[in-house]
């Protein structure tokens, strides 16, 4: 295993506003085609194409690699809900994000699946996120999402570039974002927080 040297991604001060988005920005949020990503970041609305199917693919296999053993137990410990593309609200404002995929102890959302009472977003920080990096969405996913994760306290972050077969496995230590790990290519590695299993990283880029 290979260990990349430290470094610190700064994020802002906590912010103290109370400030809400504009109403023509939920509007358009809500009427955002169906192929389309939306997403709120600091007031201002992103869209996104469906992912190109490299990401579409990275993710998929990720997703399974990870949830058999930490979501359903099987050749892991389990204690995890593992989702994929959960859109994700923030703050009072709020921020509104959608992680390729997203982790959460067990016991902070035991009620995962909800109900027809419960809303379809969730407001509880994930203790892990993983955003599958594309020439369409690197601007977001390494500038404002980056920070708002680090402002509201997920504790791991993992960028994958699946064009250039890399993963890079961040976590947060106070106000910084620190680079703990990098991979590339079809290393066999353990990353943190899933360090219990070895992930075959050419079974994430296969096709």
């Not at 609200?89 to 027809?116: I, M, Q, S, T, Y």
């Not at 890399?166 to 290393?187: I, K, M, P, Y």
Request: aromatic share 8%; glycine share 8%; net charge negative.
């Amino acid at each position: 295993m290979r260990k990349s040297p430290r470094m610190a991604t700064r994020r802002p001060p906590e912010s103290e506003s109370t400030e809400r988005n504009d109403p023509s920005v939920e509007a358009a949020f809500q009427a955002a085609p169906p192929e389309m990503v939306a997403e709120i970041l600091d007031g201002e609305l992103y869209l996104s194409p469906r992912p190109a199917r490299p990401h579409a693919s990275a993710k998929s296999r990720l997703g399974i690699l990870i949830g058999g053993p930490f979501a359903l137990g099987k050749g892991g410990p389990g204690g995890w809900v593992i989702l994929d593309e959960p859109e994700l609200h923030f703050g009072p404002r709020p921020d509104k994000l959608v992680p390729d995929l997203a982790g959460w102890k067990r016991e902070r959302l035991p009620n995962a699946a909800g109900g027809d009472d419960v809303p379809e977003h969730y407001d509880v920080t994930p203790d892990w996120v993983c955003e599958v990096l594309s020439q369409r969405t690197r601007h977001m996913d390494m500038g404002p999402k980056m920070r708002i994760y680090a402002r509201e306290g997920v504790r791991h972050l993992w960028l994958v570039d699946p064009l250039t077969r890399t993963l890079n496995v961040f976590r947060l230590e106070g106000r910084d974002w620190l680079l703990a790990d990098s991979f590339s290519g079809d290393q066999r590695v353990r990353a943190m927080p899933f360090e219990d299993i070895e992930l075959e990283l050419a079974l994430v880029w296969s096709t």
